[in-house]
């Protein structure tokens, strides 16, 4: 017995059947090997089905547009109109335009109930696709003035940002929506926004649900350290080589040893060495260097200082002992001391 999809109340594989058996012999066949029809669920191309039969590419495309052209014109078409009609039910539900992988999961995740699902698609007037690009993912529309306003969107959006913005899902949300400030009210919810949010390929989101520039190094974790970035930045405070390590693992449920951890913070400059072992981020204002560096950057900056006001300023920036500051400041190469017992640089 065909099988009903998922989440229509029709059968997808029934009313195909019905559909191509309008057709000749070779037109059935080609459809059926370009959607996926048949037992095979792979989808073949145009240049592999004409080696078969020994035509060229452009000729099997011409046979296919002409199939779905016959197909629309037969009996079988106007009987499928309620199929037709709950589909265009279901895009709409899911915002009006998406993406084409999460309509089809939507649907069913049986791959060739989704081959016959994305063949109604094609076949179905109503229903309009952009094809994949650099900006956007594949996806499916009814109404193209709604289409053209979301991408738009998504592309102010985008320009909105900079490589180093991660923005909570709330925030982003709500950016996009003065974006949007015609939207129908329907569409005014999270679910459908999250939806449009998934078509653009410029904008992402990171495993802790942060959006930014979907190539950047903190939206698209590539390997250790870009999760140990994250893990640290959602810390909020200077770690361990070994905390960042088990932290990894606690947050992200991937393996990190400790050494390569380790040898990734070291290589990162997005990481400042405030302690023995200890890491914390440049973008919270640390600044790269020994304490002997760190001394010199706080005195260049503030001027002459006593000894506690530089322990005091530079245990901001380093997890050290007060004595290995104090040890640091009698270098006379660096550092002279006056007769009111504060430091200066020495030029």
Avoid at 38 to 48: D, P
Avoid at 144 to 155: D, I, W
Wanted: net charge positive.
């Amino acid at each position: 017995m065909p099988q009903t999809a998922d989440k229509t109340g029709f059968k997808p594989k029934a009313i195909a059947k019905k559909l191509l058996s309008s057709l000749p012999e070779r037109s059935r066949t080609v459809l059926e090997a370009r959607f996926g029809l048949g037992t095979n669920t792979e989808k073949v191309t145009l240049e592999a089905i004409g080696k078969r039969w020994g035509i060229t590419r452009e000729r099997v495309r011409q046979i296919e547009n002409h199939a779905l052209g016959a197909l629309k014109k037969s009996p079988a078409y106007g009987e499928a109109q309620a199929a037709f009609e709950e589909l265009e039910r279901i895009v709409d539900s899911l915002g009006g335009i998406v993406c084409e992988s999460d309509l089809l999961d939507f649907i069913t995740k049986d791959k060739s109930m989704q081959n016959h699902i994305y063949f109604l698609l094609v076949l179905g007037d109503p229903f309009k696709y952009h094809k994949e690009d650099d900006e956007v993912e594949r996806c499916w529309y009814i109404d193209p003035g709604l289409a053209e306003q979301v991408e738009g969107a998504l592309k102010k959006l985008y320009e909105g940002l900079s490589d180093e913005d991660l923005i909570p899902e709330g925030e982003m949300i709500n950016r996009f929506l003065k974006e949007l400030q015609d939207i129908n009210d329907k569409h005014r919810n999270d679910e459908v926004l999250r939806r449009w949010l998934s078509i653009s390929k410029k904008i992402g989101k990171n495993p802790l649900g942060e959006w930014g520039h979907a190539a950047s190094p903190n939206v698209k974790t590539k390997g250790v350290r870009d999760y140990a970035y994250l893990a640290v930045k959602k810390h909020g405070s200077p770690l361990h080589f070994r905390e960042v390590a088990a932290l990894i693992e606690k947050m992200f449920n991937r393996a990190a040893h400790v050494a390569t951890t380790h040898n990734e913070l070291i290589k990162d400059d997005r990481f400042v060495l405030v302690g023995r072992g200890m890491y914390a981020l440049k973008e919270w204002g640390y600044a790269s260097g020994v304490v002997r560096d760190v001394i010199r950057n706080i005195l260049r900056e503030q001027g002459p200082l006593t000894k506690d006001q530089i322990i005091e300023k530079v245990l901001k920036e380093r997890h050290v002992k007060p004595g290995t500051v104090a040890v640091n400041l009698q270098n006379q190469k660096y550092f002279k001391r006056s007769k009111d017992s504060s430091y200066m640089l020495l030029k």
